[in-house]
């Protein structure tokens, strides 16, 4: 069974903070919160990096493709100043945690270690670019997997904590193969009907889907059920609410400043 913080934020630090950066991640848990979920994709030389697009231009000052770029170019990229000029390559120390936060486009292996130094649970979607679903599974997996080994050799922190979740089926049955233990969720727009019979073919645990009025009516036989459902992008405290009282395990919001620290 999978133990969801309430409140998990989106892509890291959420609205606060640039996507998808270790600058989101220590905000998120200097706020109080939890659990943060974030996108990870492969560089041209099979690199896992954080984030959430197949293409640059969004979110940094790179362009093109990631999937053409090899993992030292992405290094060199900008993913903060689109956010906010204050983020603009700009690294924020935790000098509690001996930990700094910057805003370039983060190594999968660096968000890993940040998120256990901030005692932080992970949600890591798996996030293929077109074309690389089993090997992007499989390289995560085995990543996790020797993480979780290297921890259990030298612990210096608390054990890490992380759930491995996509949208693609053929993804998650690699991290399977590779790593069973590593708990998966299923993402889905829209629930379907054989709920049951998608998890199963992924080996997932658990289901995360859209926070939408036709995926709500679904969520009563789920929940009651015992399956942990987790529902994104929540942004707002009524819905959240509501989707709480229906049995809901956890929300992905961008609006962290929305809940105190003690309700995270």
């Known amino acids: 069974m999978i133990h969801y913080p309430r409140i998990i934020g989106h892509r890291g630090g959420g609205a606060l903070a640039p996507e998808n950066t270790l600058a989101g991640l220590a905000l998120a848990a200097r706020l109080g919160c939890h659990g943060v979920e974030f996108d990870v994709a492969l560089t041209a030389d099979?690199?896992?990096?954080?984030?959430?697009?197949?293409?640059?231009?969004?979110?940094?000052?790179?362009?093109?493709?990631?999937a053409s770029k090899t993992a030292a170019e992405i290094a060199t990229l900008d993913a903060g100043a689109k956010h906010h000029r204050a983020f603009a390559r700009a690294t924020w120390p935790d000098e509690?945690?001996?930990?700094?936060?910057?805003?370039?486009?983060?190594?999968?292996?660096?968000?890993?270690?940040?998120?256990?130094?901030?005692?932080?649970?992970?949600?890591?979607?798996?996030?293929p670019t077109p074309g690389t679903e089993v090997q992007t599974g499989r390289i995560l997996a085995r990543l996790v997997a020797d993480f979780y080994a290297q921890h259990a050799a030298a612990p210096t922190s608390p054990a890490p904590r992380i759930v491995l979740s996509s949208f693609s089926t053929p993804a998650l049955q690699e991290a399977q193969r590779i790593a069973p233990a590593i708990p998966r969720a299923l993402l889905v727009d829209n629930i379907p009907a054989d709920w049951r019979a998608a998890l199963a073919a992924c080996g997932a645990t658990a289901l995360h889907a859209a926070a939408t009025p036709a995926n709500e009516k679904k969520l009563a036989p789920i929940c009651n059920s015992g399956m942990p459902v987790a529902c994104y992008t929540v942004n707002d405290r009524t819905s959240a609410d509501r989707l709480f009282a229906a049995g809901v395990s956890a929300i992905f919001t961008d609006r962290l400043d929305l809940w105190q620290a003690e309700e995270m």
């Not at 690199?47 to 493709?65: F, I, Q, Y």
Request: hydrophobic share 45%.
């Open 96 to 127: 509690e945690n001996n930990f700094d936060a910057s805003c370039g486009v983060p190594t999968f292996a660096a968000a890993l270690k940040a998120c256990t130094v901030l005692g932080l649970w992970m949600n890591a979607e798996i996030k």
């Open 46 to 66: 099979e690199v896992p990096v954080l984030l959430h697009d197949a293409t640059l231009e969004r979110t940094t000052n790179g362009k093109g493709s990631l």
